[in-house]
């Protein structure tokens, strides 16, 4: 009986490990694309953790499908960059506060061979002017990021609808960065990619960073909230502590660490609310 007694609390105090697990808090961040393969939440995430004992789920998707997400209150918090859309899901009641936490910026590749001549141009507008005027093949992700919000913006300041140029030289991938990137070295064509993407993208061989500098190509992170006003079940605490760790001084140190070959992908600008 003492034996029995013995294997029952054996296998108990084996398993508890497992069951504290099980139970940890966590929170679930819907994210971009760019945030989580170019790797930055594998080297922040660790830390975060370790410093406050709540893990993070991340769903890596783009802008758009984010922010749906999020207003359906599948996710804790918001991670993404397109600020127009992020400050409308506040304003509509969907999110709290939207936080400045980092940038980087867009950078327009392409083959080498530059049919559309767009090789050294700072301004992003003349570039795109130039990729249509000469059709050049042009693969978009299509699929409501904040990359492809800010090329559909670009194209709309060039004075191109491309609407309904699809499947001319005007090629919708429907996917990720990852893969919109493969298609155009695949393609040799021309695409939009934020900086931290490229940098960690490996399949650069037939492809090259053709135009870069446009103030028009800022591209801001912010973080948010999910209103638990709306979505009772958001765990606010914990989602609460993300963005303090996130935008304090030790959040965005290690930020600012995250390194490829040398290269930061992401700088961090965290700012206080009402900008005190």
Not at 163 to 174: A, D, F, I, V
């Amino acid at each position: 009986m003492l034996k029995k007694g013995f294997i029952w609390v054996l296998v108990l105090a084996l398993a508890a490990p497992g069951l504290a697990r099980a139970d940890a808090p966590f929170i679930t961040v819907a994210s971009t694309t760019s945030t989580q393969n170019s790797g930055l939440f594998d080297h922040i995430l660790p830390q975060f953790q370790a410093a406050t004992g709540i893990s993070v789920r991340v769903v890596a998707v783009g802008t758009g499908q984010a922010l749906r997400l999020a207003k359906k209150g599948d996710a804790d918090v918001l991670l993404v960059h397109h600020k127009p859309s992020e400050e409308k899901f506040v304003a509509e009641g969907y999110g709290v506060a939207r936080r400045d936490v980092m940038y980087n910026d867009f950078v327009v590749i392409g083959p080498p061979a530059d049919p559309a001549g767009i090789r050294g141009l700072t301004d992003a507008v003349v570039a795109f002017k130039k990729i249509a005027s000469s059709s050049s093949l042009f693969v978009s992700r299509g699929d409501d990021s904040g990359t492809n919000k800010k090329e559909l913006g670009l194209w709309k300041t060039s004075g191109i609808d491309v609407k309904h140029l699809s499947g001319t030289w005007y090629r919708e991938s429907g996917s990720g960065m990852g893969a919109t990137l493969n298609a155009a070295s695949a393609m040799g064509a021309y695409s939009l990619t934020d900086r931290g993407t490229w940098i960690s993208f490996k399949n650069k061989q037939h492809l090259r960073l053709l135009a870069e500098g446009d103030n028009r190509l800022f591209n801001p992170y912010g973080v948010i909230l999910v209103n638990p006003a709306k979505h009772p079940h958001v765990k606010a605490k914990q989602g609460r502590a993300f963005i303090s760790w996130l935008t304090s001084e030790k959040g965005q140190r290690t930020i600012a660490d995250f390194k490829l070959g040398g290269k930061q992908l992401f700088f961090p600008n965290a700012k206080k609310p009402n900008g005190r």
